[in-house]
């Protein structure tokens, strides 16, 4: 079940963990297992990007509809699709071929998870030593080549119209490109946007770009409990155009799971749990590894991934919407009531677009609910922002 919400795909060659980490995200039970393709079918499910909550700063207590509050925590829900293993070869046919990569299509960023103690190559077979870095150059390959595959195959119709931007917008609909995104993407690379007629270097160096841009990618390097010392820091030096985050999906699976039960106490990103009364003597052991792992690395880094993605790389903010400015409260009462994700840069009128297509349309001014002034349409919003959106639709 997806909700209106931003989407991540989880993404990798298989055996790398994701579906350990999508279930730590999402505390669903995504098939778990140590060979290639247990994921068949994309598994969907809601995790949650965190940010504070200005109930804090304003000294009041939210009350909230679409999102959920703990501790001064502000939890937004946005949509993650766990899907197949990729391997080289996927765009003509390997393994479970182009079924990922149609999975995947509207996704607004990746997370790319790959295996940080080097134990599984990029067909997912286990060994030793294996170079992460190919399985992203893998990955990125495949994705390119994929939508290489799409355009050259629609190259007639896309040579007929002399504004390739309009005959791509068009074409590629599914990504929700922006304009800029294809001109640039094209610009970069030197390539003709009028009457497209490309070759295939053409096509694939134009994927490439583009898919950079409407696709961004953090890695998600997982499995951090066995990998060598090391190990994050020489990666993160080799990938200096990525984010990078350590993380062990099985320990915050682990976590969860305990707090579901009772057995613990726990907030997902925190570095530490409160042990209840009723655990057992292994259930004691086990933790007593984990709040060992937790006290040396801060976190399990899954929390972190999510962060990163929404917030850093996709340059996300959260607003907050009211319709009584004095009191932060909807219609209803109900305090600081939505946590809405927009893009950086969005306005007061992209807001109230989000709200309703026609508060949108009949929209006259908003308020900074915070300093009670009046601002105009657009008014560029910043994080955290609460609005009132005035409009004389009913």
């Not at 599984?120 to 992203?136: A, C, L």
């Not at 007593?288 to 006290?295: D, E, R």
């Not at 040396?296 to 991934?305: L, P, V, Y």
Request: charge should be negative; charged fraction near 25%.
């Amino acid at each position: 079940m997806f909700i209106d919400a931003m989407m991540l795909g989880l993404i990798g060659a298989p055996n790398k963990g994701k579906s350990t980490i999508f279930s730590a995200m999402t505390l669903s039970q995504a098939d778990i297992a140590d060979y290639p393709f247990t994921t068949i079918n994309p598994n969907l499910g809601i995790a949650h990007a965190t940010k504070e909550c200005p109930e804090k700063e304003l000294g009041i207590k939210c009350n909230p509809r679409n999102s959920m509050c703990g501790n001064g925590i502000r939890k937004i829900p946005v949509n993650i699709t766990d899907v197949a293993g990729l391997i080289p070869g996927a765009h003509i046919g390997k393994g479970m071929g182009t079924q990922f990569l149609n999975d995947i299509i509207s996704a607004d960023a990746l997370i790319l998870v790959v295996d940080l103690s080097g134990e599984t190559d990029i067909q997912g077979r286990p060994g030793s030593n294996f170079d992460q870095k190919e399985d992203i150059h893998m990955v990125e390959e495949e994705l390119a080549n994929w939508l290489s595959g799409i355009i050259e195959k629609n190259m007639q119709s896309l040579s007929r119209k002399k504004d390739g931007i309009e005959a791509l917008l068009e074409l590629l609909s599914g990504f929700k490109p922006s304009e800029d995104q294809i001109r640039d993407s094209a610009e970069e690379n030197g390539i003709t946007i009028s009457n497209i007629s490309w070759n295939h270097e053409s096509s694939l160096r134009f994927s490439r770009s583009f898919l950079a841009r409407n696709k961004p990618i953090a890695i998600a390097a997982n499995k951090m409990d066995k990998a060598p010392k090391d190990a994050l820091e020489t990666l993160r030096n080799r990938l200096k155009d990525y984010p990078v985050i350590g993380c062990s999906g099985a320990i915050e699976l682990a976590l969860r799971r305990a707090a579901k039960s009772g057995t613990i106490t726990y907030n997902p990103g925190e570095s530490n749990f409160i042990m209840g009364p009723n655990a057992t003597e292994d259930q004691k052991r086990a933790l007593s590894y984990i709040s060992s792992y937790l006290k040396k690395n801060g976190s399990t880094g899954i929390q972190e991934i999510i962060n990163e993605t929404v917030f850093n790389l996709s340059h996300s903010i959260v607003v907050y919407p009211v319709e009584n400015e004095n009191r932060y409260s909807d219609s209803s009462g109900n305090v600081l009531p939505d946590a809405i994700l927009m893009p950086e840069g969005s306005t007061a009128l992209d807001l109230a677009s989000k709200i309703h297509t026609e508060i949108a349309a009949k929209m006259l001014y908003a308020i900074d609910a915070k300093n009670k002034m009046r601002i105009a349409k657009d008014y560029i919003l910043k994080d955290g922002d609460i609005i009132k959106i005035v409009s004389a639709a009913k």
